[in-house]
Nanobody, 124 residues
Framework: QVQLVESGGGLVQPGGSLRLSCAAS????????MHWYRQAPGKDRDLVAT???????KYADSVMGRFTISRDDTKRAVYLQMNNLKPEDTAVYYC??????????????????WGQGTQVTVSS
């Protein structure tokens, strides 16, 4: 079993910054691609950013140049630095990870996990 726990959300004024963190724990053989999603009220959950195990990065057009995703595999963590925040960035932000776990019979199993979400509110 794998757990993801996000932190770092909060209330910030337009133009401000926040840094989200997501820590993974449990039966983890390897963390593969890691992602940040967000979901605004009444809207679908959208992919914001992805970082691969080789540290290639992809971003949604709406956050390009303002958000930066990074990872620290020694801490089993992924981060999202959010700068120049706008009211339309207001949402619950979720961490998602593609994970390789190891079974009791030493088989490698691909799975994934979601965090519980952290609220980001951008308002004056």
């Amino acid at each position: 079993q794998v757990q993801l726990v996000e932190s770092g959300g909060g209330l910030v004024q337009p133009g401000g910054s926040l840094r989200l963190s997501c820590a993974a724990s449990g039966n983890i053989f390897r963390l593969n691609d890691m992602h940040w999603y967000r979901q605004a009220p009444g809207k679908d959950r959208d992919l914001v950013a992805t970082i691969t195990s080789g540290e290639s990065r992809k971003y949604a057009d709406s956050v390009m140049g303002r958000f930066t995703i990074s990872r620290d595999d020694t801490k089993r963590a992924v981060y999202l630095q959010m700068n120049n925040l706008k009211p339309e960035d207001t949402a619950v932000y979720y961490c998602h990870a593609d994970i390789t776990t190891i079974s009791g019979t030493r088989d490698l199993i691909m799975t994934d996990a979601w965090g519980q979400g952290t609220q980001v509110t951008v308002s004056s």
